[in-house]
């Protein structure tokens, strides 16, 4: 057992858990103010600008302190864009990327007349510049190019690599510089690279400097001007730690960019952090419903399952379990489980916790991230409600 004196900064709250009804999602609003002031202040440290990559987590309450910190906003989805909108986004801040953009969706991007596209082949780069002539505009186009690069996290989040559905591969280059040059309605921005999630192996990034690198120098011989760079995302967090290491090095990250790009004259810089801002300030907060004495372990039963965090049935995800009362009884074993009729509906096995009974609060830390986004309802499951420690 980890018998660190870190204490948690979950327990404050737990006494307001006691009465309500779980599962629900609590985010903890000042360590996310806190978040954000750290990786903001690192990047302006190099004049680089952040996009928050809302697919991890697009509560309006969480973007709008997003949005007040300065940070501008990636989207994926064209319902992205529009929730970004709503929620206060300035479209000269908002990045829009994806591999599989319908016409509806562009022609909501280009509506707004958001900051740029990050298209992803050939073919995406044909239908904005022909939707953009149809609406008389130019759309502002950056290239994401697959640099094959080995983000070495989990295989099922990692994205730069040839084998990806990511990205314009290098063979395509040369006609893409050619539609750019022809057409009027689409205007190079730049280049887009994103390798991958969860990347806690900072070399990963030096890596991905030296490729970026090249791509310049290909893209200088083709003379198409590069003013802007978006390096993507993928700072990794601490699972395992999340009250040792609240917040991520956001410092040592943009560190690694600013001695290893070569920035051109004027060109700016741009990522696109979804996971390190706001996984640790949310957790998934659940009730032990049964505890069954097993022969090897015991299982612990609790009212959240999949459908509410489906990271560890996902992609085998860990999420650091904390029971919530004080824990006095005998340290023992559990597999603990949801109620989703799954086997891999199952957060943690043979794990040991202090006794746990039935009624007892247990936390799912670092869930503030791909987390509720990802709640569905099979089963016909109840959506659970949200919390914000600024609403207690
Ligand atoms: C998901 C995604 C991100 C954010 O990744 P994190 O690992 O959450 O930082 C950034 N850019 C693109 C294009 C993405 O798809």
Redesign the pocket.
Known sequence: MNTSVVTSRLRQFAAQFENRTTPFYFYDTALLRQTLHEVTTAARAHDFHVHY?L??NAHPEILVLVREAGLGA?C?SGNEVQRAIDCGFDPSHIVF?GVGKTDAEIKIALHHDIFCF?CESLQELEVIAALAAAQGKQARVALRINPNVDARTHHYITTGLEENKFGIGLHEIGEVIALFKQHKHVQCMGLHV?IG??ITDLNVFRALCTKVNRLQQLFALYELPLPHLNL????GVDYHHPDEKPVADFAAYFEIFAKFIERRPGQQIHF?????VVAQCGSLISRVLYVKKGLQTNFAVLDAGMTELIRPALYQAYHKIEVLHSGEGEVQKYDVVGPVCESTDCFAKALELPELRRGDLVALRTAG?YGEVMVSSYNLRQRGETLFSSGL
């Open positions: 990559a697919k991890a990636d994926v990327a990050n994103h999630s969860q993507g995302g993928g700072l696109e952090l979804g996971r390190s991230a």
